[in-house]
C-alpha cells in the first residue's frame, strides 16, 4: 500500500502539497492529474483516509476502522465514480444520481468525499451537470477528480478545480518502494525497468506470480547461456512460453539496454548494437509468421554472441 511519504519522496512541490492538505487545507474541489500508473487512486485514497481518519495522531494512520473501510472500499462516506464497463464513459445520468445521493444524509457521517476516476470520461452533458456542485460544494463535502488526459476536460470544469498533478516514479524510486514490499533486489530493478515510472505497473508485476515466473524463467534461459549445449538447452525450455514473447523479447531489450552504462570500450558497444538490431529484428518476426521456435533460437545465438562477455 502507497503512503503519503512514499508521494512526498517524488517531488518537493508535492511535498509542500501534502504538508498543505494534512494542516487542514485540502482544496474541496481537487484535480489529481498524472500518466496512467502513476498512484492518482491510491493518491485520492489518501486524501480520503486523511479526512475520515479517527486517529489522534499522523493522519491517516492506515490502521483505524476508517482507514481500514476505506482501503477495503465499503466506507459509505467515500463515493467513487467510475466509467461504467460496456462504453467507458460516465454518464449524465450517472452525475445526476451521484448528485443527488449527495443530498441525502450520511449514515457514518456528514463527512462526503467523492472520487471520480478518470474523470474525462465523463461525457460532455456529464461534466456540465457538474459545474454547479464544483463551484458551490457544501462545507462537508469533497471532489477529486482523477485525469491521465487533461485535453479531455473542459476548460469550465478544470477552473474549478485546484490541480495537482502526480510525476512518474524515478527508477531508483521505484526499485526501494518494491523491495520494500518484499521483491528480490534483482527482480525489482528488472520489474522498474520494465514499468517506465508507473508505479501502478510496477506493483501489478510484483505481485503476479506469472509474471515472477517470467522474470525466473528470462534468468534461466537468457542469463545462463555460454556454450551451444546451453543455447539447445534454452530453447527447449522457452518453447512453450510463445503467448510471453512480446514480453520476454521487451525484457532482453532492457537487460540490454541497461548494459550501455556499463559498455567502457568500442567493442562492447558494437556488440550491444548488435544485439539490439536483433531484437529489433525478432519484433518484426512476431508480427509476421516467422515460428517463435525460430525467432528464440535467432535471439538466443545473438545472445550467446554479443552478450556473452557480460555474463
Ligand atoms: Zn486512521
Excluded at 490502521?63 to 481500514?68: G, I, Q
Excluded at 531489450?253 to 550501455?260: A, K, P
Aim: hydrophobic content about 40%.
Amino acid at each position: 500500500m502507497l503512503t503519503f511519504d512514499d508521494f512526498s519522496k517524488l517531488s518537493t512541490t508535492l511535498s509542500a502539497s501534502i504538508s498543505l492538505f494534512k494542516q487542514g487545507n485540502l482544496p474541496h474541489t481537487l484535480l489529481v492529474l498524472g500518466d496512467s500508473g502513476t498512484g492518482k487512486l491510491s493518491f485520492a485514497k489518501l486524501l480520503a483516509q486523511m479526512l475520515f481518519c479517527t486517529s489522534k495522531g499522523d493522519r491517516p494512520c492506515l490502521s483505524c476502522t476508517a482507514c481500514n473501510k476505506i482501503n477495503s472500499g465499503t466506507h459509505t462516506g467515500l463515493i467513487l465514480l467510475g466509467a461504467n464497463r460496456e462504453d467507458s464513459t460516465i454518464k449524465i445520468d450517472d452525475v445526476r444520481e451521484l448528485i443527488l445521493e449527495l443530498s441525502s444524509y450520511g449514515i457514518e457521517s456528514a463527512l462526503r468525499v467523492v472520487v471520480i476516476v478518470d474523470a474525462h470520461r465523463m461525457t460532455v452533458q456529464a461534466q456540465n451537470a457538474l459545474l454547479k456542485s464544483l463551484e458551490e460544494p457544501s462545507r462537508d463535502c469533497y471532489f477529486i477528480l482523477t485525469s491521465s488526459k487533461e485535453k479531455a476536460l473542459l476548460p469550465t470544469v478544470i477552473s474549478r478545480c485546484t490541480e495537482l498533478r502526480l510525476p512518474l516514479w524515478p527508477k531508483d524510486k521505484l526499485v526501494s518502494e518494491l523491495i520494500e514490499q518484499g521483491v528480490e533486489a534483482n527482480k525489482a530493478e528488472e520489474i522498474a525497468s520494465l514499468s517506465g515510472g508507473s508505479i501502478g505497473k510496477a506493483l501489478v508485476y510484483a505481485n503476479d506470480d506469472s509474471f515472477r515466473e517470467l522474470l525466473t524463467l528470462f534468468e534461466d534461459s537468457f542469463l545462463s547461456l555460454n556454450n551451444e549445449k546451453s543455447v539447445a538447452y534454452a530453447s527447449s525450455k522457452l518453447k512453450a512460453s510463445r503467448d510471453d514473447g512480446d514480453m520476454l523479447i521487451n525484457l532482453l531489450e532492457i537487460y540490454t539496454t541497461n548494459l550501455l552504462k556499463k559498455a567502457d570500450n568500442s567493442q562492447a558497444l558494437k556488440n550491444i548494437n548488435n544485439m539490439l538490431s536483433a531484437i529489433a529484428t525478432a519484433r518484426k518476426w512476431q508480427k509476421s509468421n516467422v515460428s517463435w521456435q525460430a525467432t528464440v533460437d535467432y535471439l538466443l545465438f545473438h545472445t550467446l554472441e554479443d552478450l556473452s562477455i557480460w555474463h
